[in-house]
């Protein structure tokens, strides 16, 4: 299938960008994490890596043209692929003469009221950015660049962990790096202070007394300037971590991502991208040499030895945390539960997967009868604010799926008017890109309700904690053949658990019961839903 590439917004003030440079030419092979051009943004020219697989059928926006952010940049499918369809909603309009695009201010640090920054137009202070809109705070990964190396505009200046994914955030400025605000494994909230550049030998204390976000713990002058050299020391002497300029190694961004996760020297790959460029297959294709096995910490006494493992906190946890904490303890659960007779649903399940090139799960049954019940029962599909309780006219069903660092949950726009196929079809593409981190913030934003399914896993019954704003989350157990009583007679039977934890401020007993009683129905004879 066919995918149509827009204008990246790269940063949270950019508008429109400039296609600096094409790396590939229609009718060319694109692989995921290949550099597929460069784009020219407010602040820096940045590459831009595909997401997908395939031919390199449409350029959109030549090379030295600039456009909108969203602006169709260009079509990635297989030969013969009809695009006329996809651009069938016309192109948005190309910005040719660049005259006419004003220049922003340049304001490399957002300030607030209470902060005061001497002004000056060499020494410039690096906030931590916002490299998504949900994000709140950012990890620093690695450095590239320690205090006192010389810093070009465009050259990448660390590595930023978010809640999604590790992302290259490169300098928009030229001059000296001053002083580093965050050690590495550090986290801070957005806008604090990462870095400061600027001409050498400049004192920073003016611009870190005239800072209230330099750090979660304040400091003294002196702690500040001992902390400076002490984290100088500790760059110069770990010297693997730091990459300049002139022997930096190109590797794509998720091909990074992927060799820090398989612990792997990337010093010792040979790249097969652009101009020796690391790309993700060559991570995947790479056989290590050896094996070293990670150092355990060992606690002894006399009578025992302890050992564990202690791992830092991943952003996306912090935020898992963060979130759900905030949900179970500002929102009254309770929990309703009913069971279901599943018999119909598996004779019909087999049924459609008959069909040739169609396999369905009892997940996209369920997720089809939860669209259609919450249609008829909009009391159930709201949202909880603190000044009001909103009503949605629409269903947005999000599916918790589990990946290696936590929980994330793509969500299915306008579930209800999708057949069961197509619900099938678009849980498994999301799926795999949630366990390749490559959902986009609107691919996981405007869920109504939301469904977590542990019965794959020979899980019963179980209760989920509600995913804010929304006012219910469906837990969904497994199957259980059993001794179940029809007609009078004792038969085997084949049933299911469902559990629904309703927010009382929203969802009243009564309101929760009639949407498990419209529900039951629809799940039990699947074949209802399609009248």
């Not at 204390?205 to 002490?230: F, R």
Request: hydrophobic residues 35%.
């Amino acid at each position: 299938m066919a995918e149509l590439i827009k204008m990246p917004r790269l940063s949270d003030t950019m508008e429109e960008g400039t296609v600096a440079t094409w790396f590939k030419k229609v009718g060319d092979t694109v692989q995921e994490g290949e550099i597929l051009a460069e784009i020219e943004t407010d602040k820096a020219t940045m590459e831009f890596e595909s997401f997908y697989e395939g031919t390199l059928l449409y350029i959109g926006i030549q090379e030295n043209e600039t456009a909108k952010v969203d602006a169709p940049l260009a079509i990635i499918g297989n030969p013969g692929d009809d695009i006329e369809s996809i651009l069938g909603g016309g192109k948005e309009s190309v910005v040719e003469d660049k005259s006419e695009i004003s220049e922003p201010e340049d304001t490399p640090f957002e300030q607030t009221q209470d902060i005061e920054i001497p002004e000056s137009d060499d020494v410039h202070v690096v906030s931590m950015p916002r490299l998504s809109d949900t994000m709140e705070e950012g990890t620093v990964a690695s450095w590239f660049k320690k205090v006192g190396d010389e810093v070009e505009e465009g050259e990448i200046l660390a590595e930023i962990e978010t809640d999604k994914a590790t992302m290259e955030f490169e300098s928009f400025y030229s001059g000296t790096l001053l002083h580093v605000g965050l050690s590495e494994g550090d986290s801070a909230k957005v806008d604090s202070l990462l870095a400061i550049i600027g001409p050498k030998g400049t004192d920073v204390n003016p611009y870190l007394s005239g800072s209230k976000k330099t750090a979660e713990k304040p400091k003294t002058q002196d702690a500040v300037q001992e902390v400076i050299e002490t984290k100088s020391e500790k760059k110069i002497d770990d010297s693997s971590k730091t990459t300049t300029k002139t022997d930096r190694i190109f590797i794509s961004p998720l091909a990074k991502k992927l060799a820090k996760e398989k612990n792997l020297d990337i010093s010792m790959i040979q790249g097969s991208g652009d101009s020796g460029r690391i790309i993700k297959t060559d991570i995947e294709n790479y056989k290590e040499p050896s094996i070293v096995q990670p150092v355990t910490n060992i606690v002894s006494d006399s009578n025992v030895i302890q050992d564990y493992t202690e791992v830092n906190h991943s952003q996306m946890r912090k935020v898992i945390a963060k979130r759900l904490s905030e949900s179970k303890f500002s929102a009254p659960h309770y929990y309703l539960n009913i069971e279901l007779d599943m018999s119909e649903t598996i004779a019909f399940r087999k049924q459609c997967n008959s069909i040739p090139d169609t396999k369905i799960s009892f997940n996209d049954i369920i997720i089809k009868a939860c669209a259609v019940a919450l249609r008829n029962n909009p009391s159930v599909n709201s949202q909880w604010f603190d000044d009001k309780i909103r009503y949605n006219n629409f269903v947005n069903i999000g599916v918790a799926v589990g990946v290696e660092d936590g929980l994330i949950v793509p969500v299915l726009k306008n579930a209800d008017k999708m057949s069961v196929a197509d619900i099938s079809n678009s849980v498994k593409e999301m799926a795999g890109l949630a366990r390749d981190k490559k959902l986009t913030p609107d691919m996981m934003q405007g869920s109504t309700f939301t469904i977590s399914n542990l019965g794959m896993f020979g899980i019963e019954s179980f209760t989920s904690i509600i995913n804010p704003p929304n006012s219910v989350i469906l837990s969904v157990g497994a199957i259980v053949q059993k001794p179940v009583v029809k007609d009078g007679e004792i038969v085997v039977g084949n049933t299911m658990k469902l559990t629904l934890a309703c927010d009382h401020r929203v969802v009243d007993g009564l309101t929760g019961a009639k949407f498990l009683q419209a529900l039951k129905p629809l799940i039990e004879n699947p074949l209802s839903m399609l009248i």
